[in-house]
């Protein structure tokens, strides 16, 4: 595999940034209820915003189509109430804080059940319980608005499917993990999946010679852009 084009996720394979996402709600929701076109694998179309962000085109209700970030990082799918989500009949007047109080990560929003995405004619989510966050309370909206995107999923594909992200020829083919098979030549990677829904990989942080590497654990989040380290888990030795 070539790394800097694909990309390969099981959450079956383990045992599944957008920040307010990772945080968004400690609730456990229903699974929703999955519809296929045709056996599987499933191949939707996909493009690549400028900052890195892959982003599907979902109908959400029937009424109008959006693009969603896949992002690992999102225990919960999201859709975010902004005037360019306006047909999607969104209402957010009633959100608050999810999450602690003392939290300043946990996003402001509302939980909608009953919500139906339809990807590309192929793949149907229903029964689905999303977080609709208000545009005027995210952190950054200028920077989810050069990206183009209202919407946010990531474990309620996980779950269900092995994805795959080929990023040379834009699409995220969808698997069943009980008939998939790795492909010869490629590399896998344990995955280590917390309560929280967040998947991690082990790693090494080298330094030089002479000082023993330090391990670190490494959130695997396609909705981040950008790598980042946190202050805490990163020591000198």
Known sequence: MEPTRRLLLTRAAALGALPFAATACTTAFPPPRFTLARATPIELP????????????????????????LDTGAPVTVLIDSPRS??????SRGARK????????????????????????????????????????LGCPERFDAAGFDGVIGSDLMRRFVVEIDVAMR???????AAFA????????????DRGGHMFVGAQL??????PPLPVRLHVDTGKAGAIAKANRIRET
């Open 182 to 193: 790795v492909p010869a030549g490629w590399e896998t990677l344990p995955l280590e999946v």
């Open 86 to 91: 306006a047909a999607l009949g969104l209402d």
């Open 98 to 137: 999810l999450g602690p109080e003392d939290d300043p990560a946990a996003p402001v929003g509302v939980i909608r059940p009953g919500v139906e995405i339809n990807f590309d004619g192929q793949l149907s989510l229903a029964g689905l319980s999303v977080v609709v966050i208000p545009h005027a309370t």
């Open 206 to 211: 080298l330094a030089d010679a002479g000082v």
């Open 171 to 177: 699409r995220v083919r969808l698997h069943e993990p």
């Open 46 to 69: 996909c493009r690549i915003s400028p900052g890195g962000l892959v982003l599907l085109r979902g109908r959400v209700d029937g009424r109008a189509e959006t693009w969603f970030a």
